[in-house]
């Protein structure tokens, strides 16, 4: 799963969004003087990342974009991001720019006594209002464009997120329906590990 989807399938409390949100690009790690809550969301990431790695659902949508391909994995979590800003109002009970909007002021303001790492990922990422960008499907592709940058000339030889684009366009309605009957069973798997009183911001999590 990418960002988005890391920061809403969090406990309503930004210590345990942050540790979801930024376990993997600190490797998981919990830091020097980092919170149970931090703690608790790098294990809610784990989670979700084994359970959304070995879903046949997910292992379906894979197979729908293209056969083979070493992006297509990336490419699916950021889809994935658009579909669930699209739904938003099927299972929150908090406006999606609300959200955000709260989101990126508690995380602008609490990690001062993050790894530098963390810190970077949040600045980028959040202040930026890439979150807010996955609604759109322009925001989808400027995504793909923003890994293809970052790859080395060795990776690009090998794939890249931006061919995708016509492939994501010819299976949407597919990948979408099977989006919504994916992540209902996600947030399931999520709740089960939480402080039932921190996910009031979820709606009941029936398929629409």
């Known amino acids: 799963m990418n960002w988005l989807a890391h920061v809403f399938l969090s406990e309503n409390h ?27 969301g790098i294990k809610a990431h784990i989670l979700i990342d084994n359970f959304t790695d070995s879903h ?39 406006d999606r720019l609300h959200f955000l909007d709260n989101f990126r002021f508690l995380a602008l303001e609490s990690i001062e006594n993050y790894p530098k790492t963390g810190q970077y990922v949040i600045h980028r990422v959040v202040a930026n209002r890439q979150l807010e960008s996955y609604a759109s499907i322009d925001g989808v ?15 690009l030889a090998k794939d890249n997120c931006q061919r995708y684009i016509p492939l994501v366009e010819e299976r949407k309605d597919e990948l979408e329906e099977l989006f919504l009957e994916f992540f209902p069973q996600l947030m399931q798997t999520v709740k089960d590990t939480c402080h039932c009183q921190d996910v009031t911001h979820w709606k009941s999590f029936s398929r629409y």
């Open 141 to 155: 592709i400027d995504a793909f464009k923003r890994i293809d940058r970052r790859l080395s000339s060795k990776s």
């Open 14 to 40: 930004i210590e345990h969004q942050l540790g979801n949100m930024l376990a993997d690009p600190l490797k998981c790690r919990k830091w020097n003087g980092a919170s149970q809550r931090v703690d608790a």
């Open 56 to 94: 046949p659902i997910v292992s379906k949508s894979k197979a729908l974009i293209t056969p083979r391909g070493h992006l297509k994995g990336v490419v699916l979590d950021i889809l994935y991001d658009h579909f669930l800003s699209i739904h938003w109002d099927k299972y929150c009970n908090i």
